[in-house]
């Protein structure tokens, strides 16, 4: 079921790290034109899957799944070339002799999940045995060699002294590949571009402009961080500034390298091209 005629519905991932692109969004000037929808990547990866929604930041595997129906916004998303600070696999011995291990993944991720079977299998050879499991180290890591935790719960959980090792898996993909690794993208129904050019343009505009004026200064994204998720400013100042909320084609060769292996181990069923709107009449696709 689609959204009525003149109001979008947009999905903002309920995670800090998309927060520079949200936090001087221009609500006053959208009337009542939009809503937002607050939700974990996988309940936003559902909803605009179903026409729930109408664009979303969603997992970017999320992508690859429904590419046919979805077109990707330029200029916008959640990348890293090197270590992301919040995509963590703790585990309790080094991870290449996590080959034939059992490892816990988060039930909010779909990307990253997808990620890590990517590299335990490509580059380690190996194909541990998964559960999926509430984002909880304590209640993930008694019956499990490793887990996986993302977001805001994998911050909160590298500020413990667990005794866990520790691996970010941008810094893994960076290492492996040399490439970037877009973990968000922001996505747009194909039916809703044809429906209303215009309103999603101007949204995009919105979210460019608010993505550059928190970038110029962090000091409102930090302090807000500071406030309903703890830490130090200088740890989210650091966090905020190694993330990349750019999507060109440095971001887009990366991307492409991930579909393409998650396409030859049968995660995806098919290869995923990224199509890139370009303005309200054309879509680009990558070669």
């Given at each position: 079921m689609t959204t009525t005629e003149n109001k979008l519905r947009i999905g903002r991932i309920?995670?800090?790290?998309?927060?520079?692109?949200?936090?001087?969004?221009?609500m006053h000037a959208m009337g009542n034109s939009i809503e937002f929808v607050k939700q974990v990547p996988t309940g936003l990866n559902r909803a605009l899957a179903a026409g729930e929604i109408?664009?979303?930041?969603?997992?970017?595997?999320?992508?690859?799944?429904?590419?046919?129906?979805?077109?990707?916004?330029p200029d916008l998303s959640v990348s890293a070339l090197g270590p992301v600070n919040s995509l963590l696999l703790f585990h309790k011995k080094p991870i290449e002799e996590l080959r034939n291990g059992r490892i816990a993944l988060p039930t909010t991720s779909a990307t990253t999940n997808n990620l890590l079977k990517i590299i335990m299998?490509?580059?380690y050879g190996g194909k541990p045995a998964y559960t999926y499991a509430r984002p909880d180290l304590d209640e993930m890591m008694p019956e499990h060699d490793g887990a996986l935790l993302i977001g805001d719960h994998a911050i909160k959980a590298s500020w413990l002294d667990n005794g866990y090792i520790v691996t970010d898996l941008g810094q893994e993909w960076k290492d492996w590949t040399g490439r970037w690794m877009s973990f968000a993208v922001w996505a747009v129904r194909k039916s809703t571009i044809e429906r209303s050019p215009e309103l999603v343009k101007?949204?995009?505009?919105?979210?460019?402009?608010?993505k550059r004026k928190?970038?110029?200064?962090?000091?409102?994204?930090?302090?807000?961080?500071?406030?309903t998720i703890g830490g130090t400013e200088t740890y989210w100042h650091h966090y905020f500034s190694h993330l990349c909320y750019e999507f060109g084609p440095d971001q887009w060769s990366g991307l492409e390298l991930y579909y393409q292996y998650a396409w030859e181990l049968g995660f995806l069923p098919e290869q995923v091209p990224i199509q890139i709107w370009s303005d309200i009449t054309r879509v680009r696709v990558t070669e």
């Open positions: 309920d995670f800090t790290n998309v927060w520079p692109v949200f936090h001087h969004f221009p109408d664009m979303s930041a969603i997992s970017s595997f999320a992508y690859g799944e429904s590419f046919q129906d979805y077109v990707l916004l299998e490509k580059k101007k949204v995009w505009d919105g979210f460019v402009e608010s928190s970038l110029q200064d962090l000091t409102g994204v930090v302090s807000e961080a500071v406030r």
